[in-house]
C-alpha cells in the first residue's frame, strides 16, 4: 500500500515570494490534515478536512495561507505571501476518518521542509 | 483547553539500557493518547495508542506505554533500547472534534 506523498520535499523562496505544497493521501482516507513543525517544536494542525470539506482550520494563518481538497482526494497548501517565521517543514497526514466514533490512526507524510531567506 | 507536555528536551541510555519517556496532559474528560516517533528526515510513525480499556498498551518495536488518570501521564517505555531507537519522539492528545495537539518533544540519544 502507497503510503502519504508529498512534493517537494525542500523548498527555499525569499520573503514575501509564494510557494505551494501537494499533498496525495492514502487511498481510501477521507480525512487529510496539513500539519506545521517549527525545528524544536512539535506538530501544529493547521486544517483538517474530512472528504472536500473543512473540519478545523482555526490555527491557519487566513491572511497568508490557503488551502484546497477540490475533489476529496489531493490536497494543496500555498503560502503567499511568505515570512521569515514559516520556515517549517509542512506534514501532511491522512486517515480512514472518524468512522464509528474513534478518531482514525494518522499515517504521516515525508514532509516539505520550507526555508524563507 | 488540552496541552501536552513532555519534560524532557532530550535523554541518553546506554543501548541495552530501559527506557522512559514522561508525558503529562491537560483534557478535562478521557483523552484519546498516542506516542509517535520521528526518525531523521522521516515522517511521524504511530507507536501506540490508548482509546479505553486496559491503562497498560502495547506498540510496535517493544514500546508500551501505562495510562495513569490519577497523574494525567502517559508514559513511554521500553525494557531494552537499541541504537536504532534513537529518535525524536511525540506525545500527543486528542479529544472534542478529534483535534490532535502535540508535545514538543524528547529527543532520545543512545549511546553504545
Known amino acids: 500500500e502507497a503510503g502519504v506523498a508529498q512534493s517537494p520535499r525542500y523548498k527555499i523562496i525569499e520573503k514575501r515570494q509564494s510557494v505551494a505544497f501537494w499533498c496525495n493521501p492514502i487511498?481510501?482516507?477521507?480525512?487529510l490534515y496539513w500539519y506545521q513543525q517549527i525545528l524544536g517544536q512539535g506538530p501544529k494542525l493547521l486544517i483538517q478536512?474530512?472528504?472536500?470539506?473543512?473540519?478545523?482550520d482555526s490555527q491557519l494563518p487566513k491572511d497568508r495561507f490557503s488551502a484546497e481538497r477540490l475533489k476529496g482526494v489531493d490536497s494543496t497548501l500555498k503560502i503567499q505571501p511568505a515570512k521569515l517565521e514559516d520556515s517549517a517543514v509542512y506534514l501532511c497526514?491522512?486517515?480512514?476518518?472518524?468512522?464509528?466514533?474513534?478518531?482514525?490512526?494518522?499515517?504521516f507524510g515525508p514532509g516539505t521542509r520550507l526555508t524563507v531567506l | 483547553a488540552q496541552s501536552v507536555t513532555q519534560p524532557d528536551i532530550h535523554i541518553t541510555v546506554s543501548e541495552g539500557a530501559s527506557l522512559e519517556l514522561r508525558c503529562n496532559y491537560s483534557?478535562?474528560?478521557?483523552?484519546?493518547l498516542f506516542w509517535y516517533v520521528q526518525s531523521p528526515g522521516q515522517g511521524l510513525q504511530l507507536l501506540l495508542k490508548?482509546?479505553?480499556?486496559?491503562?497498560l498498551v502495547q506498540g510496535i518495536k517493544g514500546f508500551e506505554a501505562e495510562f495513569k488518570r490519577s497523574q494525567s501521564s502517559f508514559n513511554l517505555r521500553k525494557p531494552s533500547v537499541h541504537w536504532s531507537d534513537a529518535a525524536e519522539y511525540f506525545c500527543?492528545?486528542?479529544?472534542?472534534?478529534?483535534?490532535?495537539?502535540f508535545g514538543a518533544g524528547t529527543r532520545l540519544f543512545v549511546k553504545a
Open positions: 490508548y482509546f479505553s480499556g486496559d491503562t
Open positions: 497526514a491522512s486517515s480512514l476518518g472518524l468512522a464509528g466514533g474513534l478518531i482514525g490512526e494518522q499515517f
Open positions: 500527543a492528545v486528542a479529544g472534542k472534534g478529534f483535534k490532535t495537539i
Open positions: 487511498s481510501g482516507h477521507a480525512t
Open positions: 483534557y478535562g474528560a478521557t483523552p484519546y
Open positions: 478536512f474530512q472528504n472536500n470539506g473543512v473540519v478545523d
